[in-house]
């Protein structure tokens, strides 16, 4: 059982940039894959990055690609999501999760999510 928790979120003005933060406890955190979704107000919550458990393979969605980094600590147990020239349509809640298979971009494939944190970026 891994538990998860997230900070770093906050609000910030279009252009601006953010990282946020996943600390991981319980289980072998090096041995899982770890990924970060978001929910806006309304709508399903979505795939945003992907690190496999070695730190070699990430994954971005389109709408993020060039703009947010996913990496890993595993010796701190912590992922991280750096976030720059973020957008208006950027503003969700933004969720760590972990899975011990290879990742994947669908919600229903995670085993295990944090409580989420609050991103907000004024236009």
């Known amino acids: 059982q891994v538990h998860l928790v997230e900070s770093g979120g906050g609000l910030v003005q279009a252009g601006g940039s953010l990282r946020l933060s996943c600390a991981a406890s319980g289980g072998t955190f090096n041995r899982y894959d770890m990924a970060w979704f978001r929910q806006a107000p309304g709508k399903e919550r979505e795939f945003v990055a992907a690190?496999?458990?070695?730190?070699?393979?990430?994954s971005y969605a389109d709408y993020v690609e060039g703009r947010f980094t996913i990496s890993r600590d595993n010796a701190k147990t912590t992922v991280y999501l750096r976030m720059n020239s973020l957008k208006p349509e950027d503003t969700a809640v933004y969720y760590c999760?972990?899975?011990?298979?290879?990742?994947?971009?669908?919600?229903?494939?995670?085993?295990?999510w944090g409580q989420g944190t609050q991103v907000t970026v004024s236009s």
């Open positions: 999760t972990a899975r011990r298979e290879n990742w994947t971009t669908m919600t229903r494939d995670y085993e295990f």
């Open positions: 690190l496999s458990w070695t730190g070699r393979t990430t």
